[in-house]
């Protein structure tokens, strides 16, 4: 079995090389690569069983790999990111590691891969999620909103609004002060530069942070109605539509 490293850090590339050896002496490691350019330029010419590819390279991201060079050979990903910033690709991929690596780790991604050789290839479908995790762990939320207070201009930080809300056509953001804020924003637009692991949009009026959310109560046709900190709104209802989707992302 031929395997190829892609791993900037010597001292991670030695530990796997190592590692592999003591697992599965009869194995070997073709290449150790530390870049996506000397990866893709490597695989362009060159074939093999196995790849277990760190993320973040010398210069750029591994993913930039499939995007210079046709690889059909699985994968086994070693990383330094979270579990739930690479759930979108774990389904296809052989599995990941977090790093150090673990030899008992690195045991059962390389036992599962030997039960699965043979049916394995890099099809569409992991080319599509490596695609979107790529997206994911490259794009950068909003962290600040510059506000007009009167004749002066004050930078608000993303963590300290509870929610932003829509009222006769104009956007607020609601500070844990209780003041409201007006922004040069749609809650549609906001949608895309707010983090969904900290901001839901509810409705078509609201975009609340988990940490706004001070009690929640059954509501009519299945909805749920929110009592807001700071808010004197007591109108706040969860689209139905939305409800099941909310609850996932309250038990996160």
């Known amino acids: 079995m031929n395997v190829l490293i892609i791993e900037d850090e ?3 590339a030695t530990l796997l090389t190592s590692l592999i050896k003591e697992l599965q002496p009869d194995w070997n490691v073709l290449a150790s690569l530390d870049s996506v350019k000397q990866s893709a330029e490597w695989l362009r010419k060159n074939t093999c069983d196995l790849i277990l590819m760190d993320i973040q390279l010398a210069d750029g991201l591994s993913f930039e790999v499939f995007e210079k060079a046709e690889v059909k050979t699985p994968v086994i990903f070693t990383t330094a990111y ?3 910033a690479l759930k979108a690709f774990k389904v296809n991929s052989i599995d ?3 790093k150090p690596v673990d030899k008992d780790e690195l045991k059962a991604a390389l036992k599962k891969y030997t039960t699965l050789a043979g049916n394995l290839a890099m099809p569409d479908k992991m080319l599509e999620s490596i ?10 939320y909003k962290e600040r909103f510059i506000i007009k207070v ?5 930078s608000v930080e993303v963590g300290e609004i509870l929610f932003f ?14 003041r409201k804020h007006i922004l040069d924003f749609t809650l549609d637009q906001l949608d895309g530069l707010l983090d969904p692991d900290w901001f839901f949009r509810i409705n078509r009026k609201y975009i609340v942070a988990v940490a706004a959310i001070k009690d929640m109560i059954s509501y009519t046709n299945s909805r749920l109605k929110l009592v807001l900190k700071t808010s004197d709104d007591d109108d706040v209802i969860v689209a139905r539509e939305r409800v099941q989707d909310f609850k996932n ?3 996160k």
């Open 96 to 98: 990941y590691l977090l």
């Open 10 to 12: 010597p001292q991670a």
């Open 131 to 140: 695609s979107y995790a790529m997206h994911m762990l490259t794009k950068k």
């Open 249 to 251: 992302w309250l038990d």
């Open 150 to 154: 009167g004749e002066h201009l004050k």
């Open 165 to 178: 809300f829509s009222l006769e056509k104009t956007t607020f953001a609601q500070t844990a002060d209780g």
């Open 82 to 84: 979270n579990e739930y």
